[in-house]
């Protein structure tokens, strides 16, 4: 894969209209914001049994984090706190340019297109943002 970091697999991934619509009665809502760049996702879940069953998002943002609100809408159906857990820890080392064992975690293949943001510290956020407010919701 090449250094770009908005090649086609991601523009792809950015533009999939996936878990846009609104739950009725979520369990949880949260939404944060990078200041930096000016992204905001709100993410709206349903749980059962401490996993979750039913996620929306919006995403005001850049391709970046429209790409890995989608990414996470794709797999996260069934995960619980601690499966996301360990997608975060893998996606942050792989994003400090770390190898990472068993990466992508089964499900989430698709994290691998971020690749080539490792080069981009000041792209970090934007990925990594969907995935902190998913965790904030199960906190």
Not at 39 to 44: E, G, K
Not at 48 to 60: E, R, Y
Not at 97 to 110: A, F, I, K, L, T
Request: with cysteine; charged share 20%; net charge negative.
């Amino acid at each position: 894969m090449s250094g770009n970091i908005y090649h086609e697999d991601i523009k792809a991934l950015a533009n999939i209209p996936v878990a846009e619509q609104k739950l009725e009665q979520p369990d949880c809502k949260v939404t944060l914001d990078n200041p930096l760049c000016g992204d905001r996702v709100t993410v709206a879940l349903n749980l059962k049994d401490g996993c979750v069953i039913a996620l929306t998002h919006q995403v005001k943002g850049c391709l970046l984090c429209r790409a890995s609100a989608n990414a996470i809408a794709q797999a996260v159906v069934g995960a619980s706190a601690t499966d996301l857990e360990m997608v975060v820890d893998g996606l942050q080392h792989m994003l400090k340019g770390e190898q990472v064992e068993n990466w992508p975690v089964p499900g989430w293949e698709s994290l691998a297109l971020f690749q080539p943001v490792a080069a981009y510290k000041s792209r970090h956020d934007c990925v990594l943002l969907p995935f902190k407010a998913i965790m904030q919701a199960l906190s």
